[in-house]
């Protein structure tokens, strides 16, 4: 399936994305999700974390707002979706700023069989063993090379593995490709990280057989929703309000005439 097909999926099925996220980010993830065609459904509790998960598509999971419980949470989450081959998308926000936080990722990668691994440079440089430090749930310089880094992460995981930023580097299977959609406007706004973790989701959700082009397609479309929304926006409020409403209405040839995905 190209782009705009998985884009058509995504509203034709409705797929249930199951997201343990962010409290800061997560209306508006949930906002996004409904907004492109799918179902999101943000449930945290311990004794239905299965359950929800079980009759899901997707499981976005986020430690952005990070406690022992919502790890707890999550390995109960990803046993289920593990068992039911439920592709798993795993945003390591604020990877690398503690140690609590490291090592809820290093227990969630172990311990279960983690599909899409998401976070911006230092995030994932921090996952793949670099010395870098996080500041907050905010990127710091990374001085090697992305792509490197996300493909040897990815071989090491045998999973896709998604750095964003500027340019977004997704790896997988020795392939890594490059997505330039977007703008910086996205970059100053609260949760459009998180949000491109909830795009992924729903990708994934329909093409579970490629979660490689997923992941491209999914970053492409956010990021060409973004471009479209920031060309009418004033600010980061506004932003929001626009890219909502982008997200429902996304033609076919705005998706072909403006992708900007390269190989390497």
Request: glycine fraction near 8%; hydrophobic fraction near 45%.
């Amino acid at each position: 399936m190209n782009n705009y097909e998985m884009l058509n999926e995504i509203k034709t099925k409705q797929p249930v994305i199951h997201h343990m996220t962010n409290w800061v980010t997560i209306f508006n993830c949930a906002q996004a999700v409904k907004s492109i065609g799918a179902s999101p459904v943000m449930a945290h509790a311990l004794e239905e974390a299965a359950e929800m998960t079980s009759i899901s598509s997707s499981l976005v999971l986020n430690i952005g707002t990070l406690t022992k419980e919502l790890i707890e949470g999550m390995l109960i989450s990803t046993k289920t979706a593990n068992e039911k081959k439920i592709p798993i998308v795993f945003d390591a926000c604020g990877a690398g700023a503690s140690s609590l936080r490291n090592s809820s990722c290093l227990k969630l990668i172990t311990e279960r069989k983690i599909d899409i691994v998401k976070g911006n440079a230092s995030e994932i440089a921090s996952i793949a063993g670099y010395d870098v430090i996080t500041k907050g749930v905010d990127s710091s310089d990374v001085e090697h090379s992305l792509s490197d880094i996300a493909l040897n992460l990815s071989n090491k995981l045998s999973s896709v593995v998604v750095i964003t930023g500027k340019s977004d580097y997704v790896a997988a299977n020795g392939k890594v490709a490059v997505i330039d959609n977007g703008t910086e406007l996205m970059g100053r706004v609260v949760g459009t990280g998180c949000i491109a973790a909830s795009m992924i989701g729903c990708f994934a959700a329909v093409n579970r057989s490629d979660l490689f082009t997923a992941s491209v397609a999914a970053l492409s479309v956010w990021g060409i929703a973004g471009e479209k929304a920031s060309a009418k926006s004033g600010g980061a409020g506004s932003f929001l309000l626009n890219i909502f409403d982008i997200l429902s209405s996304l033609s076919e040839e705005d998706i072909i005439k403006n992708k900007k995905i390269t190989f390497i």
